[in-house]
């Protein structure tokens, strides 16, 4: 009924994370993507009826100005080199894949990158004309051919809700640990999940 009365446009759905603090279980995919096309709509004003339940309202969300200051503008035409922009995905947090299929994958094919933000409904595919970008497009799963009009410009919003130093990280850890029976093997634990973690967007960067 709200669909029908409002309209898709404008109408997000933020879902909590209580169920996974503890860390023991990551979250779906779904509930992050949910949570990180709510955050893209709200950096870019877009967001006209938020639907959240009595946990979620409460939790911490990114600043603003913060979560803006980490997102990539791209257009067409703007130099940029193509391992410039492999870089940047996977310091957003990106995933590469053979073949984009979900929202968060990327992949590289030459002077092709396939990208899929979360905000966006269908992939984006980015051709490049050696350092500069020749044409920004949609693109069908499927079919993996191109979809509609060229887009003009592209923001590449984090995928991650919160700053990923080493010091922030390590301060996170350590207050995680502290309510649990080892602490200390606890902190260990978790340092080791971020070097395997760190270890595969690595391997990422360097695959292509």
């Known amino acids: 009924m709200l669909f029908r009365s409002c309209g898709p446009v404008g109408i997000y759905h933020f879902p909590s994370l209580i169920d996974y ?3 023991e279980t990551s979250p779906p995919r779904l509930i992050l993507q949910s949570r990180l096309k709510c955050l ?6 877009k967001v006209k009826i938020l639907i959240t339940g009595p946990m979620a309202s409460r939790e911490k969300i990114p600043e603003r100005d913060w979560f803006i200051a980490q997102t990539i503008n791209i257009s067409s035409k703007l130099s940029l080199s193509r391992d410039n922009l492999l870089e940047k995905f ?3 947090g990106y995933s590469r894949t053979p073949i984009v299929a979900n929202p968060g994958d990327f992949s590289s094919r030459g002077l ?3 990208i ?12 490049l004309d050696g350092d500069d970008i020749e044409s920004i497009s949609h693109f069908d799963v499927q079919s993996q051919r191109r979809l509609g009009l060229p887009i003009a410009s592209l923001s590449l919003f ?3 809700e919160g700053d990923r130093s080493i010091e922030t990280l390590m301060n ?11 602490p200390d093997d606890d902190v260990s634990y978790r340092i080791n999940k971020l070097k ?4 595969e967007h690595t391997s990422e960067l360097q695959s292509h």
Do not use: C, M
């Open 40 to 45: 893209a709509a709200l950096a870019d004003d």
């Open 21 to 23: 603090v503890a860390g």
């Open 196 to 199: 395997l973690r760190s270890e």
């Open 116 to 127: 899929w933000p979360h905000q966006e409904d269908l992939p984006i595919r980015i051709e």
């Open 172 to 182: 996170a850890l350590k207050r995680s640990a502290e309510k649990t029976r080892e």
């Open 112 to 114: 092709v990158l396939d």
């Open 158 to 160: 984090p995928r991650y």
């Open 90 to 92: 996977v310091a957003l």
